[in-house]
């Protein structure tokens, strides 16, 4: 089965950036999307690696490279504390993968 | 805008079936894209359980594959999750989802509250 690893925990002080990794096999072939859960839903912040759907702010990013997908939050808010999730669509097998998620503390 | 509400049973005993559905308003569950559940054990991450794809295909989770059942009512506008003899590792919260607009890849930009069942011994 396919596997994507993100780092369980993060913490960054308010006004520095974050960086949450998402690393699996063949990733460069896939597409990576990210979501941000707060309270109950999770919520769609990144698709296609790198496209910001309209209502998320300008300091989230992504990229790819390689294996590893990086979502970037600059300049840190109070608000951003939350668990991210990377996700990605294996065509192969048409199932959907998550990886495991990673807690972002504001410290 | 499309908007997704989880309705069913809070407590299932365990070795029975657990159903719930998905009520869609907004877009017509006929001709959307990707209509998706996925759980979350208590203090876990997400996890896919399966999905109906538009052409009419369903996808499941292979941990689930034999117990799930994804299917759509048209009429109702609303898809349904069908999960047999569940245990108490079928304790989640469990999410809609969906992605209504073709597109080139899978991801999901409409999700419902969420709905917490508890299977019980």
């Known amino acids: 089965s396919y596997d994507l690893t993100q780092p369980p925990s993060l913490s960054v002080a308010p006004g520095q950036t974050a960086t949450i990794s998402c690393g699996g096999a063949n990733l460069g072939t896939k597409g990576v999307h990210w979501y941000r859960q707060k309270a109950q839903a999770p919520e769609l912040v990144i698709h296609d690696?790198?496209e910001r759907p309209s209502g998320t702010p300008e300091r989230f990013s992504g990229s790819k490279s390689g294996n590893t997908a990086t979502l970037t939050i600059r300049r840190v808010e109070d608000g951003d504390e939350a668990d991210y999730y990377c996700?990605?669509?294996?065509?192969?097998?048409?199932?959907?993968?998550f990886g495991g998620g990673t807690k972002l503390t504001v410290l | 805008q499309v908007q997704l509400q989880e309705a069913g049973p809070g407590l299932v005993k365990a070795s029975e079936t657990l159903s719930l559905t998905c009520t869609v308003s907004?877009?017509?569950?006929?001709?959307?894209?990707?209509w998706t559940w996925i759980r979350q054990s208590p203090g876990k991450g997400l996890e896919w359980i399966g999905s109906k794809y538009y052409i009419g295909t369903s996808h499941y989770s292979p941990s689930l594959k034999g117990r799930v059942t994804i299917s759509k009512n048209t009429s109702k506008n609303l898809f349904s999750l069908t999960l047999k003899s569940v245990t108490a590792a079928d304790t989640a919260l469990y999410f809609c989802?969906?992605?209504?607009?073709?597109?080139?890849?899978?991801?999901?930009?409409?999700w419902g509250q969420g709905i917490l069942v508890t299977v019980s011994s």
């Open positions: 996700q990605v669509w294996d065509r192969n097998s048409n199932h959907i993968i």
């Open positions: 989802a969906a992605r209504v607009t073709v597109t080139n890849d899978i991801w999901f930009d409409s």
């Open positions: 690696d790198t």
């Open positions: 907004g877009h017509l569950v006929a001709s959307g894209y990707y």
